[in-house]
């Protein structure tokens, strides 16, 4: 069973819940009507990277799909997705900012199955989600099973993302920077970090090399 998993976390913001409503469109469309379950966590605080995986995969998920609440997926993502689980066990998508059509180098879905999250699982840090560093990670690892990103299958309205407002002030900032240096340094990726101050990765970063 594939799962999509999402923290629809609770917000009265007109334009976050617009931007949500836009999104859950597509995966009724692109996901849920195509044989994919939802899951979704509800939770106000900011949740683990990890936990928020365990959650989707629950007892039964063999594959799981991970998105941001405002990530707007195109009509035939789930062909590309499932293609590349059964070749590599994992992929992730870069996405397109809307309206202008410009791609961005972070990357708003991931997909894996079960079988590759566990093989990694010891690698990962200690990472919060919606905080910085955590998707340069993820895709590193998954580059490491061999798989590249192609054409982008997601789409997403051009906001000020959070994390940014207080980049290196906000507690759990601080601990995603401290936690990301340290892997990236632990695991040949130093030479990423601090390329262009102040943020911990390049943004203009895609493909590592």
Same mark, same amino acid.
């Given at each position: 069973m594939?799962v999509?998993?999402v923290n629809l976390?609770p917000?009265r913001?007109p334009?976050?819940?617009?931007r ?7 995966w009724?469309?692109s996901?849920w009507?195509?044989?994919v379950q939802p899951?979704?966590?509800a939770?106000?605080e900011i949740p683990?990277?990890?936990d ?7 007892p039964?998920g063999?594959?799981i799909?991970l998105t ?6 195109v009509?035939d993502?789930l062909n590309?997705?499932?293609y ?8 992730y ?14 990357a708003d879905? $991931?997909?894996?199955?079960r079988?590759w999250?566990?093989g990694i ?7 919060? $989600?919606?905080?910085?560093g955590?998707?340069f990670?993820?895709?590193a690892?998954m580059?490491?099973?061999g $798989?590249?990103?192609t054409?982008?299958?997601i789409y997403h ?6 994390w940014?407002?207080n980049?290196?002030?906000?507690p759990?900032?601080?601990?995603n ?5 340290r892997?990236?340094?632990?695991n040949?990726y130093?030479?990423?970090l ?6 911990? $990765?390049a943004l203009?970063?895609?493909?590592l090399?």
């Amino acid at each position: 069973m594939t799962v999509h998993v999402v923290n629809l976390y609770p917000t009265r913001d007109p334009e976050v819940l617009r931007r949500r409503s836009v999104a859950i469109e597509t995966w009724i469309e692109s996901l849920w009507t195509r044989g994919v379950q939802p899951r979704i966590m509800a939770t106000r605080e900011i949740p683990k990277v990890a936990d928020l995986i365990t959650y989707g995969f629950g007892p039964v998920g063999e594959r799981i799909i991970l998105t941001n609440a405002d990530t707007c997926v195109v009509s035939d993502a789930l062909n590309t997705i499932s293609y590349a689980l059964g070749s590599y066990d994992c992929y992730y998508s870069r996405r397109v900012e809307a309206p202008y059509g410009q791609p961005y180098a972070g990357a708003d879905l $991931f997909a894996m199955t079960r079988l590759w999250w566990e093989g990694i699982r010891v690698r990962w840090p200690d990472l919060y $989600f919606a905080r910085e560093g955590w998707d340069f990670v993820m895709k590193a690892l998954m580059q490491e099973s061999g $798989f590249r990103p192609t054409y982008p299958v997601i789409y997403h309205e051009k906001h000020e993302a959070a994390w940014k407002q207080n980049i290196t002030t906000d507690p759990l900032q601080i601990h995603n920077r401290q936690e990301c240096e340290r892997w990236a340094k632990a695991n040949g990726y130093g030479r990423y970090l601090y390329t262009q101050p102040p943020y911990l $990765f390049a943004l203009e970063v895609g493909e590592l090399s």
